[in-house]
């Protein structure tokens, strides 16, 4: 199984795939696309090109399973509209259930759980990679 963790930041979506290795712990995947933008939240030709890039990157890389790090709905700390567009965006993927995960859950999962992170993984999709991770092994 693949999951892909998601964090929703400002205009994009940041890309971490996950999997099972042959030993049972969590491996990440090196992928040439870590993050899709999506240009004008008020077009519908670039929201269609958004959800097609979100489909392809599904198919490309055999997602099961999108996990997106949750945002707070209102107060200081609150998701921007945009941000709640590309949510549906990825809810509306083909072929692939969407999980959500608290950033809360994510916190304690990361102090609790995960020992070492992946060998160069980039502080920008820490979170995504987290994502990922506590879908797929707290399923």
């Known amino acids: 199984m693949r999951v892909c963790g998601c964090e929703i930041s400002a205009q994009e979506v940041r890309l971490a795939v996950v999997h099972l ?14 993050r899709i933008e999506l240009e004008d939240d008020t077009s519908e030709a670039d929201l ?13 890389n055999q997602i099961d399973t999108f996990a997106v790090k949750t945002r707070a ?32 859950a994510l916190s304690h ?11 160069k993984l980039l502080v920008y999709l820490k979170n995504a990679f987290l994502a990922g991770a506590y879908a797929l092994t707290k399923g």
């Open 21 to 34: 290795n042959d030993e049972g712990n969590v491996e990440m995947l090196r992928l040439k696309t870590t």
């Open 48 to 60: 269609r090109l958004f959800l097609a890039a979100l489909h392809e990157f599904s198919r490309e």
């Open 73 to 104: 709905k209102k107060g200081r700390m609150a998701g921007g509209a945009v941000s709640f567009k590309i949510e549906t965006l990825i809810q509306l993927v083909e072929g692939c259930d969407t999980r959500f995960v608290s950033p809360v």
């Open 109 to 119: 999962f990361a102090k609790r759980e995960v020992e070492i992170y992946p060998e």
